[in-house]
């Protein structure tokens, strides 16, 4: 039976080394895990969903909420504030 969720990543940064890979059926976990790729740079090959790769426009969404995620993370570490308030303040996920 195949996961919901497979990504494929390096973390070579030359790309030498055989790819890894995170699987899961939770989506909130794999975009928790591709905010944590994210955060360390390491380079994202591949989602796919049910076995197919990810359309570049789903693919794009899924990194973009990741994004958002580890940019509130940084902002309410720096700032010393909650997730509440970076929602507030900057329209960052809470």
Known sequence: ML????VTYDI??????????FITDDPIACETFLTDLLDRKLHIRDIAHEG?????????EMLRSAVLQLASHHVCASLKI???E?????GLPS
């Open 3 to 6: 996961s919901k969720y497979k």
């Open 52 to 60: 197919v790769a990810l359309p570049p426009k789903q693919f794009d």
């Open 12 to 21: 070579d940064p030359h790309g030498k080394m055989p790819a890894s890979h």
């Open 86 to 90: 970076a929602h507030v303040r900057f």
């Open 82 to 84: 909650s997730s509440d």
